[in-house]
């Protein structure tokens, strides 16, 4: 499988290590070369129990200063149903629908030529998560919480199969 990946300009992450560094520059050399990324910017996903986009990582946002790159948001929801998280087989029976929306280019004109702080890093990745929460809440046709799910707040990993929360310390 690992050609296969490789053969088709797959971008290798490490979420967790020095590797990831790696993995950014394997993406600007992508996008230099002409090419296109799909980043999830929550760099897994959702620990959401609603499924609702939580809490981002900033490597989008830091390629998309690094390069001048464009970053489209495109939200998808009905997957989860074929393929719930971190199952172990799809679930074809009955049929299901998964519908995809593309919304506009999210706008950085402000933070381009800006040093990239880690202000900058959230502001621009707080934006990417925004527009992507407004497309799944069009694909969902409900109100999206008011606040955005972070794992840490709530005493889960970030990364890994064991999402649960874990109870709170003396409570």
């Not at 230099?32 to 910017?41: L, Q, T």
């Not at 946002?61 to 989860?80: D, E, M, N, S, Y």
């Not at 029976?93 to 402000?110: A, N």
């Amino acid at each position: 499988m690992g050609w296969i990946l490789r053969a088709t300009g797959q971008v290798p992450v490490d979420r967790t290590t020095a590797g990831a560094n790696r993995s950014l520059e394997a993406a600007r050399e992508a996008i230099s070369s002409g090419g296109g990324i799909v980043v999830y910017p929550e760099g897994t996903l959702t620990r959401d129990p609603d499924m609702w986009p939580m809490k981002g990582r900033t490597g989008a946002a830091r390629l998309a200063l690094q390069t001048g790159a464009p970053i489209v948001p495109l939200a998808h929801w009905g997957a989860h149903e074929v393929f719930p998280r971190y199952a172990k087989r799809f679930y074809l029976f009955p049929r299901k629908t998964s519908r995809v929306v593309v919304g506009d280019p999210v706008d950085f004109s402000d933070l381009m030529g800006k040093p990239i702080t880690k202000t900058v890093l959230d502001t621009g990745t707080e934006r990417i998560l925004d527009a992507l929460t407004a497309l799944v809440a069009e694909l969902r046709q409900e109100a999206p919480p008011t606040e955005r799910w972070n794992p840490a707040d709530k005493h889960q990993k970030s990364t890994g199969r064991n999402f649960e929360t874990k109870p709170e310390e003396n409570s």
